[in-house]
């Protein structure tokens, strides 16, 4: 399934040729030792993926759950483990090359939830449920048994391995984490994010993602006294999303939009002087994406219009006016057939035997170094998680061994390990 996959998303000449030298890895004795530490560290890695979910960690307010993933990197044998200045944790593992190639693995550490949620972790079986402990406590949980395989096993890579929690993956935090690590500030060969996704995926690409708020805002007064003399905000916006509801994105490339929230007015007697709307454009093609988006701005703007109008408003002072601020800003973006970390990654699971399930696009972390032409991939952390984002999220425990298998193969493949010489060329 794997080489069939292969043949059509990419050359087999090139999935041959990594396919051949990542066998070389896979048969190092410390490599398979520290693949054997993942299945039998099971359970401790389970539980380290509980305790770390107990810690509320909205996006804005990860600092406690972040300190927890530092003091575990150090305790699990990094000595350069810092936070950044916007609440990243980076560890770094060095490689015995001064010059090799520089490999990120990371997991966001932010949840959707809020501060008040309760986070505890209820258990039946290998069904463990609680907000957030899949999405994505499970991604931490597999850097972290990465980690414990590499220092366990003694396993030498030739580049460094920085091993990194970022912030603000989710919602309006606008993958600010990980943007923050890609700024170009640092020098970085390769970045592999790890999220709630079963061994099976290998994101490719990076869906794009632009929301706003959208204000339309007047005068206001009173429902009986001022009928007819001035415009309503409301009544604007709900003509605005009447028109943006019969947009028709194209299905290829996939495009969609959403309005997540609306508020506004101040009563139920008052013509509401103010209404705002939070829009959520994706799509896998920037240029559908910015299409739809013009599409979206010209309906605010008729919505606008078409208040002010029905009611002969002309006045400026009393007028409708629309205002439009960026809340987030994701990149689309692929990376092309012969990108060696989703080379590597699609071999390693050959390798491990872990069937290749969806090969696609999505928002995550990656977005960031895809949009820098960093080579970059998205793998799962391993095990199931199912309804993320809501308050009945819940991960059932099955093969998570797998997670950390794959991400630790094809991190010491890229970055090269115990005399084999790195998949991942350096970016000059």
Known sequence: AVSTVNSKLCSIHSFLTFLDRADCFVQLEKVQKALQIAKRDVQRAMDEQV?????????????????????RMKAYGLTDVKMDEIGNVIGVRKGTVEGGPILVLGAHMDSVFSIDTDVTVKKDGIRYSAPGIGDNCSGLRAILQVLRGLEEANIQTKGDIWFVGTVGEEGNGDIRGAKFICNGDRHIDGYIAIDSFTAGVVVMGGVGCHRWRVGISGPGGHSFMDFGKIPSAIHA???AGHLIDQLTPPSEPYTTFNIGTI????SVNTIAPYCEVDVDIRSISNDELIKLEAQIFQAFE???????K????TDSERMLKLTKTQIGDRPAGARPDDCPVIQTALCAQKLLGIELTQFCPSATDANAPISRNIPSACLGSGGLSEKFHSLDEYFVAQDI?????????????LVGAEGQEPLLPIIK
Do not use: D, Y
Not at 302 to 308: F, I, K, S, Y
Not at 310 to 313: F, H, L, P
């Open 51 to 71: 305790e770390l979910c107990e810690i509320p960690a909205p996006t804005f307010m990860e600092e406690k759950r972040a300190q927890s993933v530092l003091e």
């Open 237 to 239: 916006m709900c003509h």
């Open 263 to 266: 508020k506004g007015g101040t």
């Open 302 to 308: 008729e919505g606008v219009a078409e208040e002010n």
């Open 310 to 313: 029905r009611w002969g408003i």
């Open 401 to 413: 061994h797998q997670g950390p298998q794959l991400v630790l193969l094809a991190a010491c493949a």
